[in-house]
């Protein structure tokens, strides 16, 4: 059955750091795709960063561009994302979720595109 467990959210001030783990299971992570995702209040949920192919393909938002960046652990199962130079603006429900693309070097953050997705952990940003 597949599970996705978001967890490394909390509370940092803003210039911080975080890093947020997706745990998965009955996920291929050579075959599926992981994207995050991230939803503020009164807001729509946006794509953050997708990465497939083992990790060998990777895509981000221009808004987290230089700041964020994704790897994936194979043995461990788990998606990594590396939040750096936060901002208030960062501040959100994070989602993972997985998708099994017809190409396996393809990923999006377009949420459409995903079936499966986690429970969320909780970024804020604030001094």
């Known amino acids: 059955q597949l599970q996705l467990v978001e967890s490394g959210g909390g509370l940092v001030q803003p210039g911080g750091s975080l890093r947020l783990s997706c745990t998965t299971s009955?996920?291929?992570?050579?075959?599926?795709?992981i994207g995050w995702f991230r939803q503020a209040p009164g807001k729509e949920r946006e794509g953050v960063s997708c990465?497939?192919?083992?990790?060998?393909?990777?895509h981000f938002a221009d808004s987290v561009k230089g700041r964020f960046t994704i790897s994936v652990d194979i043995a461990k199962n788990i998606v990594y994302l590396q939040m750096n130079s936060l901002k208030p603006e960062d501040s959100a429900v994070y989602y993972c979720?997985?998708?099994?693309?017809?190409?396996?070097?393809?990923?999006?953050?377009?949420?459409?595109?995903?079936?499966?997705w986690g429970q969320g952990t909780q970024v804020t940003v604030s001094s």
């Open positions: 979720a997985a998708d099994r693309p017809e190409f396996p070097d393809f990923c999006t953050i377009q949420r459409e595109q995903y079936s499966f």
């Open positions: 009955g996920v291929n992570l050579d075959r599926y795709a």
């Open positions: 990465i497939s192919d083992g990790g060998r393909v990777a």
